[in-house]
């Protein structure tokens, strides 16, 4: 999965009124779904296109998952890659996951919204039109960009935004 399992190419172009056949600008149009997802990603603090991530424990082996929504963790290893045993605890706002050995320990996890093979992908709709709209702005508006995203996706990103105290 990446980017454009979110929103694909055809998508953007017919939401750009673009025909499917003008294919000149496919990479700038491809290049900019990337970005807006990237963007949107890190406006809300959730993971939008499902994948598996990674991250290491401090010494004490244990660590707090933020990224929202975690599917599963896959499993944990220590410096010299053997597997160790591990537990996840479940909270409103994070994952914690303990192995049973300290150190600093890898931790695999699978974050991020499924493909749904009935349409597309669960990304909520109102995320996927604001990564729309941001697209939208930024092909209409490469020749004059301005910094941030389109008030309409922040208004449409506004209630997705995660709030972490870390």
Same mark, same amino acid.
């Given at each position: ?103 600093? &320990? ?9 493909? &749904? ?23 209409? &508006?490469?020749? &004059? ?22």
């Amino acid at each position: 999965m990446d980017q454009l399992n979110v929103v694909s190419l055809s998508d953007a172009k017919m939401y750009l009124r673009l025909d499917l056949d003008y294919t000149i600008e496919d990479g700038l149009i491809t290049s900019l779904i990337k970005s807006a997802v990237n963007q949107a990603e890190q406006f809300t603090l959730q993971v939008l296109w499902q994948r598996e991530l990674s991250t290491i424990t401090p010494v004490s082996g244990a660590v707090k998952i933020y990224e929202y929504p975690l599917i599963s963790v896959e499993t944990v290893v220590d410096p010299d890659m053997a597997v160790l045993t591990f537990e996840t605890i479940e909270t409103q706002g994070f994952t914690e996951v303990i192995s049973d050995t300290a150190g600093f &320990n890898t931790v695999t996890f699978v974050a991020g919204y499924g493909w &749904n093979y009935e349409g597309g992908s669960d990304v909520p709709d109102d995320i996927e039109t604001a990564i729309k709209e941001m697209i939208a702005y930024y092909y209409e &508006n490469r020749d &004059n960009p301005v910094v941030g995203m389109p008030t309409i996706a922040t208004l449409l990103l506004s209630p997705y935004r995660r709030i972490t105290l870390f």
